[in-house]
């Protein structure tokens, strides 16, 4: 919704954002608000809004711009390429996060498309991961009520599930499920370790490697590639939420001088 507002803002066109209400990230919803959307907030959540939206271009000349339109997929495609290119080959293993599943979808469909024009000779093994709690590909059934802390994969009817299907089962990879500890664990790593702020959605993927390391997948010398889809001040609330709170003293240079002796333990 974001940069959909964000290009049409810039196209001259008209941008209408439908959401789930009280179901969407107000760092989202504030990017497509700027950029002079008009926001329609609906009852449910985000698969009830998606039905609504599919309803309502049926009847309207509006265009869908989500990973039902296959120009979305042409375009999220070349990522792959663009892993290609950089490391000189496919990875062994690519990771990501699924939710609409349209990013597994598109990344396999590039990485196939550079196979066919001599680009590559191997390709890799997809997994995706699903939070526990919004899992429809792996439990095999629409779930109804998702709930995980990853707002941005909390969906329980995916619109491109047959494309994460056919990414899992030609690539020889897997779709699994991390739980909202798992992700939120990687979530931390990753702002602890490497200095990245990802949205929780985003650390799905990490949190995958993590999994699948524990459980011996790995040989020595593989390239592993994950996509971290978003970044975290699209969910800032969370971050404030599991970090430390801030100190408080009053601006005098002695309680700071003894708040640094604490810290640095002299």
């Known amino acids: 919704s974001a940069s959909a507002a964000a290009y049409a ?20 919803l504030s ?54 290119d950089l490391l000189g080959r496919a990875p062994d293993y690519h990771f990501l ?11 396999w469909k590039g990485y196939k498309e550079y196979v066919e ?5 191997s390709l890799p093994r997809m997994m995706g991961f699903q939070a526990a709690g919004a899992a429809p590909i792996v439990l095999g059934r629409v779930v109804e009520q998702p709930e995980t802390v990853a707002s941005a994969i ?10 994460a299907l056919a990414a ?39 949190a995958g490697v993590i999994k699948k390391q524990k459980e011996g997948l790995f040989r020595k010398g593989g390239v592993v590639v994950c996509t971290l889809t978003g970044h975290g001040l699209k969910d800032p609330d969370i971050a404030i939420r599991h970090s430390p709170k801030p100190t408080r003293m009053a601006a005098e240079l002695k309680l700071l ?8 333990g002299r």
């Open 97 to 107: 996060p699924v939710g609409n599943a349209g990013n597994i979808t598109a990344y």
């Open 31 to 84: 990017q497509a608000m700027i950029h002079g959307a008009k926001v329609i907030e609906v009852e449910g959540n985000f698969d009830t809004a998606l039905r609504l939206v599919k309803e309502i271009t049926s009847r309207f000349a509006i265009t869908l711009v989500n990973s039902i339109n296959p120009y979305r997929i042409e375009g999220q495609k070349t990522a792959a390429f663009e892993i290609c």
């Open 154 to 163: 909390r969906i329980g009817n995916p619109a491109s599930w047959q494309g």
């Open 168 to 206: 899992r089962d030609e690539s020889k990879g897997t779709i699994d499920i991390v739980s909202d500890d798992e992700i939120l664990a990687a979530y931390k790593l990753l702002a602890d370790s490497e200095g990245v702020l990802a949205e929780p959605a985003s650390a799905a993927s990490v």
């Open 117 to 121: 024009v001599g680009r590559l000779s």
């Open 257 to 264: 001088e003894d708040f640094f002796k604490r810290e640095e």
């Open 9 to 28: 803002a810039r196209a001259g066109l008209r941008a209408y954002v439908l959401v789930p209400q009280g179901n969407i990230s107000l760092g989202k």
